[in-house]
């Protein structure tokens, strides 16, 4: 991770927190129809048929390479699999943009001095690319995948691990996500939670999970954030 001063600005009086750590895919940027997409390309022709959305997300949490283990057959190349994966990701990514409203939120947060960062289930590598296609990457102090952290979420380790590396208290951190495992690892973590309604998470299964906030479109994350 960057040092402590590389990113750091005079803070303003207008946030209400410290740091500010956004999930990616759902969350920060439309992504998951690319996603679909790519694992199809991979799983088509050495699983002889193409999944839905909704086959997929009950294997989202931990990184791709633990994805692939799980859904590909015993006996299936996982490198290969991998190589590709990390190919066409980089190649596919035109259609993966912000949704509408984030980028302005993350531009005025990137100007205003607060700390921020993106904690995603995705690798490291495949979040970069990702974040990158969205044209948001330069806008981050730090990119943390899953393949990172010995325990993904739920489990708050890379929460942890972020506030740390930020220096400031749990409570002035606020981590934003669209899926329960979000929003347990924001309150493990001790940081504030917002849970938005854009993603893949069902809005009932979020408000089950108490988030600090329900966030249904960008103008009240915005209200959340700003004085």
Known sequence: M???NQYMQETTTQLKYDAIV????GTLADTFPTVLRIFNRLMSPRMGREWNF?????????PETVMFRNIFPEGTDLDEVSEEFYRLSREDGADIRPFGGIREIVD?????GVRLGV????TTEAARIR???AGMLELFEVVLGGDQV???KPHPEGLIR????FGVEPKSVLYIGDMVADIDAGRGAGAMTAAVTWGAGKKDELVSARPDFIVENPDRLREIIFF
């Open 2 to 4: 960057p040092g402590l």
């Open 150 to 152: 010995n325990n993904y």
């Open 22 to 25: 956004f999930d990616l895919d």
């Open 162 to 165: 972020m506030i740390s590396h």
């Open 119 to 122: 904690y995603s289930g995705a």
């Open 131 to 133: 974040i990158s296609h």
């Open 108 to 112: 005025d947060l990137r100007k205003s």
């Open 54 to 62: 909704e086959e997929l997300v009950p294997y989202f949490g931990p």
